[in-house]
């Protein structure tokens, strides 16, 4: 599925703006990692987030040479595959989605201010028990400069 690696299609209307994604996912600022959709299918999803010299985690996470730190990088990706796990349900905003399980994690470059951090993920398998198994790439231009697998669970809101 070549449509779903570099290069992204960035221009057009997003399937999902920030509005949209709020609607969805429980996370508000500074910890709404997530400011567009691009793309989706059965199998795939693919977020955008554009990183600023505004995160507030940049205050204090190498000032003099600026890095989005890799843990927030990969709940980035988690919740690209949140809202994609999220759309697969009639009723989202009755649904939670949790981390299970992070395997095979890599980083292979740094993210730094002005990064557009692109996220590809994919079912590894249907989605079963209301758990997904996705494999997660993220790209700043058409270099992977993050991977990762993730197990997460979608359950009901108590």
């Known amino acids: 599925m070549e449509r779903f690696k570099p290069p992204f299609e960035t221009t057009g209307k997003p399937l999902y703006d920030i509005l949209a994604i709020r609607e969805m996912l429980p996370h508000r600022p500074p910890f709404l990692l997530v400011d567009k959709i691009l793309d989706m299918d059965e199998t795939h999803v693919v977020g955008l987030k554009n990183v600023t010299m505004n995160e507030p985690f940049f205050v204090g996470h190498f000032p003099a040479e600026p890095v989005m730190p890799g843990v927030l990088q990969i709940e980035a990706m988690a919740q690209v595959g949140g809202i994609f796990v999220l759309s697969q349900v009639e009723d989202p905003e009755n649904y939670l989605t949790y981390f299970l399980k992070i395997d095979a994690v890599k980083f292979r470059k740094k993210v730094v201010p002005g990064d557009t951090l ?27 400069v993050v991977e990762a697998d993730i197990l997460a669970m979608i359950e009901k809101k108590k």
Do not use: H, T, W
């Open 118 to 144: 692109i996220f590809s993920l994919e079912l590894k398998g249907p989605i079963r028990r209301g758990l997904a198994n996705m494999k997660g790439v993220g790209y700043v231009g058409d270099q992977a």
